[in-house]
T-cell receptor, first 114, second 109 residues
Framework: IAGITQAPTSQILAAGRRMTLRCTQDMRHNAMYWYRQDLGLGLRLIHYSNTAGTTGKGEVPDGYSVSRANTDDFPLTLASAVPSQTSVYFC?????????????FGPGTRLTVL | GQNIDQPTEMTATEGAIVQINCTYQTSGFNGLFWYQQHAGEAPTFLSYNVLDGLEEKGRFSSFLSRSKGYSYLLLKELQMKDSASYLCAVLDSNYQLIWGAGTKLIIKP
């Protein structure tokens, strides 16, 4: 079934630990995105990738890194987790960057940093 | 700065009609999206407007006025399954989506 998968579904992490959130899409979309969603705030863009091999910073990139080695995968890494990174993380993709294509979202990862 | 405003919460009755408003101030405009998000789930696409006017899609309609920086989502014949958050998002001049905080819609029988 076509779509976006994320792993893990949820995670509790000790502060200072390194964590990678995985995201895979099988729609052959060029553009991919990582958002965080916090209560009372809109979705905030962390990093994005317009095409394989390129990445860019969003609104809240500090403390996060991404890579885009191929079209399908777009992992998000927290090098040293802090409690303020407790959030729900959504990965999304769209057909073409720099266009008005609809973004499609994965199911999300609920991360708690203690 | 860029800003998207929508009401935090609304309540409506099953079978009725509800209008969820969204006002925006962004650097550039390349369209406005509405998404639906059920609790604990991912946002799903509802509608896209780039020209002024009303777009109708079944029980849902979306309206845009670019000169007023205003949009609304109209839901007719409300059903209990419509209880969800509705997110307004604007595509800015860099083709990045700027999101509102969402409107939680509560449907009562």
């Amino acid at each position: 079934i076509a779509g976006i998968t994320q792993a893990p579904t949820s995670q509790i992490l000790a502060a200072g630990r390194r964590m990678t959130l995985r995201c895979t899409q099988d729609m052959r979309h060029n553009a991919m995105y990582w958002y965080r969603q916090d209560l009372g705030l809109g979705l905030r863009l962390i990093h994005y990738s317009n095409t394989a091999g390129t990445t860019g910073k969003g609104e809240v990139p500090d403390g996060y890194s991404v890579s885009r080695a191929n079209t399908d995968d777009f992992p998000l890494t927290l090098a040293s987790a802090v409690p303020s990174q407790t959030s729900v993380y959504f990965c999304a993709s769209s057909g073409l960057a720099g266009r008005t294509d609809t973004q499609y979202f994965g199911p999300g990862t609920r991360l708690t940093v203690l | 700065g860029q800003n998207i405003d929508q009401p935090t919460e609304m309540t409506a009755t099953e079978g009725a009609i509800v209008q969820i408003n969204c006002t925006y101030q962004t650097s550039g405009f390349n369209g406005l999206f509405w998404y639906q998000q059920h609790a604990g789930e991912a946002p799903t696409f509802l509608s896209y407007n780039v020209l002024d006017g009303l777009e109708e899609k079944g029980r849902f309609s979306s309206f845009l006025s670019r000169s007023k920086g205003y949009s609304y989502l109209l839901l007719k014949e409300l059903q209990m399954k419509d209880s969800a958050s509705y997110l307004c998002a604007v595509l800015d001049s860099n083709y990045q989506l700027i999101w509102g905080a969402g409107t939680k819609l509560i449907i009562k029988p």
